[in-house]
């Protein structure tokens, strides 16, 4: 083993200290209900026919193996310990990924780890919930998509992005930004078909579990607590608009007559923004292919499926604080070239997110305090900045390549 390699082992070693807490605290997230869901699963009840599910199928594979423990704590440490290996392999293929991209591009030492130490930084202001909740899981797995696209695994890559998408559905929209790179690039039927070949699983499962209905859990929901639209009615509420800091089994919400009067619009503006933002990356992958066949640089990529990412969280009627997870790993790529406002508005907005939750209130009908609020403000709107950063960066891509 290198000495480059002994360090490198090393700077993983203690990028996961600050997790190791995690594995024993007494803050328990979400994982009481996968244990729940583990227990049915194991019991031979039937998932989305004979309870109701939230999340798409692949998400059951994570709960399989721990469930399979005499206890919750065995199921608790398991559940956490697979998310912290896919980690360690995430911040290993960072570092693979750093001297490949130094190498290719004049920069200094330090830049081969500019992607680890971003990621790992970021990760770390989401310590909190990052082992309990299967968004590390979708992410990280999303990640290794951009990864194995950017060094031409275009099958390998397909097949990650199905793969995460049927943990948690938002990797879908950058599966849409990959597949049009690799029609670009004339690679398009292997990354479809490791794509198609990755959801022949929940293909044969549609005889058995109508997994499809896990659409419906999310289908009735209002103005989650932490989304752009509730925290402007929150801090309103703190000069006389009517609002309610209302608990459901499994989120919160604002509720009130502002809430429901805005619900209706902030569902339109979440397709239309999702979707715009969708099209502009879709275009600027398009447009900027013209140049020459290798020409969709990593961090180009990541910031194109950084866009549809951002968007879905500023203008999504349902954003919970682990969302964040979502945006560290495009935005570690992205960090090795380009411009620097949208990796700062990134960062910037996944900082923030630890300073509003936990917070005192929040699980109480009284909600969180007006300084509270303030902060969650901010980060919505940073979110906002990052889409327009990202949208315009991604635009003038379009206009420099007609």
């Not at 099958?155 to 199905?162: C, D, E, K």
């Not at 398009?286 to 180009?300: E, T, Y």
């Amino acid at each position: 083993m290198t000495a480059l390699r002994r360090r490198d082992i090393a700077l993983v070693a203690v990028s996961i200290l600050p997790f190791a807490y995690t594995l024993f605290d007494t803050s328990d997230g979400d994982v009481p209900l996968y244990h729940h869901y583990a227990t049915l699963l194991w019991g031979g009840a039937v998932p989305y026919k004979d309870w109701l599910f939230e999340y798409p199928p692949y998400a059951l594979v994570w709960l399989a193996t721990p469930g399979l423990l005499p206890d919750y704590a065995a199921f608790r440490a398991v559940f956490s310990l697979q998310i912290l290996a896919l980690d360690v392999v995430a911040k290993l293929a960072l570092l693979k990924e750093g001297n490949r991209l130094a190498s290719a591009l004049p920069a200094s030492p330090w830049s081969r780890l500019t992607p680890f130490l971003v990621f790992s930084t970021l990760g770390v202001f989401q310590s909190y919930f990052y082992l309990k909740r299967f968004d590390a899981i979708a992410a990280g797995l999303t990640l290794f998509a951009l990864i194995a696209f950017a060094r031409g695994r275009w099958a390998t890559a397909g097949a990650l992005v199905s793969v995460a998408t049927g943990t948690k559905l938002y990797p879908g929209l950058v599966a849409l930004v990959l597949l049009c790179a690799a029609w670009r690039r004339g690679n398009a039927k292997r990354f479809a078909a490791g794509a198609a070949a990755a959801l022949i699983p929940i293909a044969l499962l549609s005889v058995f579990a109508p997994w499809w209905r896990f659409v419906s859990f999310h289908a009735g929901r209002g103005l989650q607590v932490e989304s752009t639209y509730a925290s402007i009615i929150w801090l309103g509420h703190f000069f006389g608009v009517n609002a309610v800091w209302a608990s459901h089994p499994t989120w919160l919400e604002v509720d009130g007559a502002a809430a429901r009067a805005v619900l209706p619009v902030a569902r339109f503006l979440f397709a239309s923004v999702t979707l715009g933002a969708l099209a502009t990356s879709v275009a600027a992958v398009w447009r900027r292919k013209k140049m020459r066949p290798g020409d969709v640089s990593s961090a180009f990529l990541a910031r194109a499926a950084l866009l549809p990412i951002a968007a879905f969280m500023a203008s999504g009627i349902v954003l919970s604080p682990q969302f964040a997870v979502w945006a560290i790993g495009p935005t570690a790529i992205a960090a090795t070239r380009g411009r620097r406002a949208p990796v700062a508005a990134a960062a910037v907005a996944v900082v923030l997110t630890t300073l509003v939750f936990p917070a005192p209130g929040y699980f109480t009908p009284e909600g969180i305090s007006l300084a509270r609020t303030l902060i969650l403000v901010a980060r919505n709107f940073t979110l906002v900045a990052l889409v327009v950063l990202l949208a315009r960066e991604l635009l003038s891509e379009c206009s420099a390549n007609p």
